[in-house]
């Protein structure tokens, strides 16, 4: 393997979490207490060695989405739901500055704009699938055909093509909770797994999906197919957006 593609925002936020812990004051009020700054750093940087040894590749690059993702493309294709609406409210660790700053200024990491980290990673796994792995513990990359390291279970496989798909559109059927995204109501993974299957091309799996759209969206059923595949899907080519009408 020539290049490991990181998700920096993973190891921001695990560092970042492993250095701090939670405690409670005499009248029973809960505060974050952080440990050195020293820690936090030493944790990325034994994650960033671990994902090299493990890899074996001779060089890396790391994506980070921007700390205020606001010019993110998907806030304007979502309008059933505010994209990551969700998320308003969500903790960030007490060193999550200085963690992405070292990233940034220490290890070169890319700050995406207007798209996510994700988006990137696809893009330079697609551009060079061979000598690429895209290490994370995200399961929506795994819509990304090429090689995938896990960061904590430390394990390594390839995703095929019409694998990369079938995941796709399995979690078109789901849709995506954490990201306030909706599929299809009373579909959950394994019932996916059973409609989506090994077997099929991407053209049977598009009509499966659609057909399921239409029986619970009705005449809304391709406005909304677009809307949830424009969210869910991760881009393999510069500015791409996934089109609902060309599988």
């Known amino acids: 393997m020539q290049r490991a593609l990181i998700d920096a925002d993973i190891l921001t936020y695990c560092a970042g979490f492993a250095s701090q812990t939670t405690i409670v004051d005499e009248a029973g009020q809960t505060h974050i207490q952080p440990y050195p700054i020293k820690m936090a750093l030493d944790t990325v940087k034994l994650m960033l060695t671990n994902i090299i040894n493990d890899t074996k590749c001779k060089t890396y690059k790391l994506f980070l989405t921007e700390t205020n993702d606001h010019t993110?493309?998907?806030h304007k294709i979502a309008v059933t739901k505010p994209y990551k609406g969700n998320r308003a409210k969500r903790t960030r660790p007490?060193?999550?500055a200085t963690i992405r700053n070292y990233l940034i200024n220490q290890h070169y990491a890319t700050v995406c704009i207007g798209e996510e980290a994700d988006d990137q990673l696809g893009i330079e796994q697609c551009a060079d699938r061979e000598h690429s792995i895209i290490c994370s513990i995200d399961?929506?990359?795994?819509?990304?055909p090429g090689w995938h390291y896990h960061i904590r279970k430390k394990t390594t496989n390839f995703i095929s093509e019409n694998e990369a798909w079938a995941n796709f559109y399995r979690q078109?059927?789901?849709g995506d909770s954490v990201d306030n995204i909706s599929g299809c109501p009373g579909i959950g993974p394994k019932k996916?797994?059973?409609l989506i299957t090994a077997d099929?091309?991407?053209q049977e799996m598009h009509h499966v999906v659609t057909t399921k759209y239409q029986e619970q969206y009705g005449t809304d059923a391709l406005n909304k197919l677009?809307?949830?595949g424009a969210l869910l899907w991760i881009r393999r080519q510069a500015n791409e957006i996934w089109s609902a009408t060309c599988p």
């Open 226 to 228: 677009q809307e949830n």
């Open 192 to 194: 996916a797994e059973k």
């Open 200 to 202: 099929m091309n991407v």
């Open 139 to 144: 399961k929506d990359l795994k819509m990304i």
């Open 72 to 74: 993110n493309f998907r």
């Open 172 to 174: 078109l059927l789901i």
């Open 94 to 96: 007490y060193h999550y």
